[in-house]
Structures are given as C-alpha cells and as structure tokens.
C-alpha cells in the first residue's frame, strides 16, 4: 500500500509518482509498489537490502541519492511486548519517503500532524518520526518502572516469594529496550553527522539523539537497580535460611542433653540407684523440663531464638 500527503498543507492524496513536498508512505510494500517507487525515486541498492531484510538493526548512511535511517522500536510498549516494529526513512530535498511492516505508533502520530506549524518539511517530519519513535522507549521505562516497583514491595514485604523469574523478566526487557534505544541514538547521531542541512536540521536531529540517549540512560538505571533488588532478595533469602538454621541449631542444643540423660539412664546396668527410686521418673522429667527451659530462656534472651 503506498498513501501520500502535500507536507505543506497536509491534505491527503493519491501518489502517481509525486516527488517534490510530499511525504509518500508505503506498507506491506508489494512487488509492482516497489517498482513504481523506484521509477520514481533514486533508491540506493544497500539501503533497499535493508529495508526489505527481515529484523535488520537501527542503522543510518549518507547515500550519494540521499540519506537513509532505519530505526526499531516496540510495537506495544506500554503492554510490556516483547515485540518490535521498524520504520526506515529515505530523506530527499523536498520529499520523505517511509517503508515499514503495517506501519508503526509513531509513524501514525506523525501522520496526523503533517501540514501543521514545524511539521511540513522533510527535515521535519524526519525528526517528529524520530522523536516519536524515542517516546515508546520512555513508555517502556515508566511501564517497567511501575512493575519494578511491584517487584521491590514483594521482596520486601512477601519474603517467602521467589521473585527472581519476574526480576529476569524484566531485566530481559530492560535489556533489550536499552540495545535498542542505543542503535537508534547511534542511527541518529549518524544522520545528524552526514546528512545535508542547515543549522536547524542539525539541532533537530541532535535533540532526537538526545531523547534516545535520556531513555536508554533510563532504562540503564532500571536496569541497575533490578540488579540490586535482586542481590538484595537473594540476601534476605540466605538470611531467611540462617534464622531456620539458627532456630534448628537451638532446638537441637536443647535436646542434646536431654538425649544423653535419657541415653544414661536407658542403659542396663543393674547397679544404678536411680532406677530403684520411686520418684526416679518424676526427677528424670524434672531434670529434662529444667536443663530444656534453661537452655530455651538463655537462647531466647540472647536472641539466639
């Protein structure tokens, strides 16, 4: 599917082979599209190898034709998505030229602002693509940030949780937002470096480097800090275990004596006088019921137990 908009008013139209001030846009591009945009428009080869390969990385280049920049993102960010949508852009002098995969977020933001004030040159759109594609990255963030924050409560207050398949859950994510958000800021900063321009061209591509900087800083630090979280959890785990070992360390003090007083009088030996005794059994419960609750106050008062 190819669909076109006049950048200066922003009115929709139908693309016959249009290349001055307009921003054609194709989808789900088929064979005979290809071919009537390239009759159109002076596409270099390798950056048409990238459009078309399948999960090819953010990337930018200055082509003698023109510049090219190819930039992922996550299609669902604030679901949590594993998944990634790209847009790869082909900047003319007086016509941007778009490809993706059923088109993405901030391709469709864009779209609805062209024709507006700051959004009607190719320079522009350019960076209000770029920029837009940085917020799903920030979207990301303050949807990790929310569930990392879940994550610390649990730690913190449902001890006998094991939180550690959510926490690499998360780290997983965090991770691969953070690649993806630094190749688009290294695309970016390519493209502002050797794409031709003015001053103010310059300084639009250089803040979208900046958003793609900010946002992979961000997810840096989340990153951080689930590593922490997840020393800490595997601390309060190994002091869990300490105090169940402590508590069963104390148990076993106290019936240490109290088996080798049973062990003693248990034996069968005939000159024993206990065993004659009529209150022998009561004075052997007393001496476990006396030598047990000592060992139990002195443990418990000494925080032991």
């Not at 996550?74 to 941007?96: G, V």
């Not at 005794?277 to 137990?305: C, D, E, N, Q, T």
Request: proline content about 4%; charged content about 25%.
């Amino acid at each position: 599917m190819i669909r076109a908009k006049q950048l200066a008013t922003g009115q929709a139209l139908e693309w016959t082979g249009q290349t001055q001030g307009v921003w054609v846009d194709a989808q789900d591009i088929s064979p005979e599209d290809l071919r009537r945009l390239q009759a159109a428009f002076p596409l270099n080869e390798l950056a048409l190898e990238d459009v078309l390969e399948h999960g090819h990385w953010s990337r930018a280049e200055q082509y003698p034709e023109h510049a090219f920049i190819t930039v992922r993102s996550f299609s669902h960010p604030a679901e949590e998505d594993e998944d990634t949508e790209r847009i790869s852009i082909f900047s003319f002098p007086d016509a941007a030229l778009t490809f993706s995969t059923g088109g993405t977020a901030a391709l469709r933001n864009v779209w609805a602002l062209v024709g507006r004030e700051n959004v009607n040159l190719p320079a522009e759109v350019i960076y209000e693509l770029l920029d837009h594609t940085a917020d799903t990255f920030f979207t990301l963030a303050e949807a990790l940030e929310t569930r990392t924050d879940a994550l610390e409560e649990q730690v913190f207050k449902n001890r006998r949780d094991n939180a550690i398949p959510d926490i690499f859950e998360v780290k997983h994510l965090l991770s691969q937002g953070r690649r993806l958000a630094s190749d688009a800021r290294e695309a970016t900063a390519t493209l502002g470096r050797y794409a031709p321009g003015n001053s103010a061209d310059v300084l639009r591509y250089r803040d979208a480097q900046d958003s793609f900087d900010r946002a992979a800083s961000h997810l840096d630090s989340l990153r951080d800090f689930l590593t922490s979280l997840l020393d800490l959890h595997l601390n309060l785990q190994n002091q869990r275990m300490n105090e169940v070992m402590r508590t069963l360390t104390a148990v076993s003090v106290i019936f240490l004596p109290l088996t080798f007083l049973a062990g003693v009088w248990g034996m069968n030996f005939q000159a024993m006088p206990e065993l004659e005794w009529p209150l022998g059994y009561a004075l052997a419960w007393g001496s476990f019921l006396l030598i047990g609750g000592l060992l139990a106050y002195y443990f418990k008062r000494h925080g032991w137990w």
